[in-house]
């Protein structure tokens, strides 16, 4: 739901007010750096999509569809977006661990790794997100860190709430198979 202070801004920022632009970036900026940073770890290439972000956040205002999504999902897509597009054609070729026909995981043992959130956990899952592909990154920084619902993240990324899902689920097992590895 949009609120009238959000009506505001929006109005500003499709007149390029710069008080709109500052109060875009206080109240979305910290987020939205977060999110570039956990899939570009590098700070200045971080910064550097940051800006880009915001650039186009401030010259597509126009396009909002305040009916579609929210302010913050609409800026969160553009996020996602740049910063995929900054991986793709900047970064060297990596190598992920990818899905294999290996052992299957139960949900319940999926459940079991993910569900002690200790410190130990934590640093895992940091360590283990790091073999993931970025697209798989951003799905999970998305839902677990930025507790953002399986229907925005089908927003930010162009798919359906089901397909969310299933990525999520699949994704999920991809990281304890990495976590148990890096266990061993």
């Excluded at 999926?110 to 799905?139: C, M, S, W, Y």
């Excluded at 920084?141 to 927003?155: H, Q, W």
Aim: overall charge negative; some cysteine.
């Amino acid at each position: 739901m949009i609120t009238e202070s959000d009506i505001d801004l929006i109005e500003g920022l499709r007149k390029r007010h710069p008080k709109a632009q500052q109060t875009t970036l206080d109240r979305f900026g910290h987020d939205v750096f977060a999110q570039v940073v956990r899939l570009i770890p590098v700070v200045e290439n971080a910064e550097e999509v940051y800006q880009d972000v915001f650039i186009k956040v401030f010259d597509n205002i126009q396009r909002y569809d305040p009916n579609r999504s929210s302010l913050k999902t609409w800026i969160t897509r553009i996020a996602y977006n740049e910063a995929i597009s900054f991986l793709r054609k900047k970064s060297a070729p990596m190598i992920y661990f990818e899905d294999y026909d290996g052992e299957a995981l139960s949900d319940e043992e999926v459940d079991e790794t993910f569900g002690h959130a200790n410190k130990e956990t934590v640093q895992l899952i940091r360590a283990a997100l790091k073999h993931l592909p970025p697209e798989e990154r951003a799905l999970i920084t998305m839902f677990y860190y930025e507790e953002m619902s399986l229907k925005d993240i089908a927003f930010v990324t162009e798919s359906l709430p089901t397909t969310i899902a299933s990525k999520l689920s699949r994704t999920r097992k991809k990281l304890c198979r990495i976590i148990k590895m890096l266990q061993s």
